[in-house]
């Protein structure tokens, strides 16, 4: 049995990453390094991607820091995954300035037989490495399959998708991919949609305006944590993902009551990630402070 009760396949990156509040070349950045940072302050978490020969070691040592299995973090010669990004008024959306696939697009991820989460998410990654892991993990052993994807994969990729979709649990997805995979302006109706190619449950993440959540036939709205500031928004939804699953992971409840829950433990994790560059902010967060953000955050959305 796996000591990995959470197992994530997603990027690890070296971004670029521009904000009214700064600029800096090279950030540790993709989104299995926001997921498993994020999701260990739960339960410890598998980590299933790739990296090149340019992956500095520093970055590497960082995830150490917490409990993130390495056993899968795959190193081909070539560079690493590579995001160019900008913010500028609008820090929900950015202005993508250069994609690099580089050694993603000769990975294949290899699991073995004590590779046996409870819980896998699929993270914001190409579809047919997302089908290839989950046709290795068996079921029921994983309990709760759990799915990330974008616009690129919903335009190039659309029937490896929905392969995916009907069979996950969950998908997380912010409101723009929401519509451009169901045809639907109503965010509530692109939910319904989607719970009919598969996934019982689904969270729409809308940014700086919360995510609203679709269980079943129950429905819940969530604002996010208020911030006077945000630095860099890059990795918040992956973060945010991290929390949700992290708790899950923790409870193995994934009634309405306790996603609503990790929803909040998930947005709390986000607010911390945007106050600075990469995974700086989540390297000094402690216990005591995501207890005290949680329990203001309970005041403010008390009704």
Aim: neutral net charge; glycine residues 8%.
């Amino acid at each position: 049995m796996s000591k990995f009760p959470l197992m994530v396949i997603g990027t690890v990156a070296i971004d670029s990453v521009e904000t009214p509040f700064g600029k800096q070349e090279q950030v540790f950045g993709g989104s299995a390094s926001y997921f498993s940072y994020a999701a260990s302050f739960f339960v410890p978490v598998n980590l299933v991607a790739v990296v090149g020969a340019d992956f500095p070691d520093s970055y590497r040592a960082i995830l150490k820091e917490r409990p993130i299995g390495l056993e899968h973090l795959v190193a081909l010669p070539g560079k690493t995954f590579h995001w160019k990004g900008k913010y500028e008024g609008d820090l929900n959306s950015a202005q993508t300035l250069a994609t690099e696939l580089n050694v993603l697009t000769e990975f294949r991820p290899m699991l073995g037989p004590a590779d046996e989460p409870k819980l896998l998410f699929l993270a914001n990654i190409d579809p047919e490495l997302q089908l290839d892991v989950l046709n290795q993990v068996k079921r029921p052993k994983c309990r709760f399959v759990a799915c990330d994807t974008m616009n690129y994969w919903i335009g190039t990729k659309l029937p490896v998708l929905r392969t995916v979709l009907s069979r996950i649990n969950m998908l997380v997805i912010n409101d723009g991919e929401a519509r451009l995979l169901t045809g639907s302006g109503s965010l509530i109706r692109s939910a319904r949609k989607i719970q009919s190619m598969g996934p019982d449950i689904v969270i729409v993440k809308k940014g700086e305006h919360g995510a609203i959540l679709v269980h079943g036939e129950q429905i819940f709205v969530l604002p996010a944590y208020p911030l006077e500031e945000v630095f860099d928004p890059t990795g918040a939804g992956d973060t945010f993902a991290g929390g949700v699953m992290g708790h899950l992971a923790k409870t193995m409840d994934f009634s309405f009551e306790n996603v609503k829950t990790a929803m909040v433990q998930g947005a709390v994790i986000a607010s911390f990630t945007v106050e600075r560059f990469g995974l700086e902010r989540l390297r000094e967060l402690g216990t005591r402070e995501i207890e005290e953000r949680i329990s203001l955050f309970r005041k403010i959305c008390k009704f």
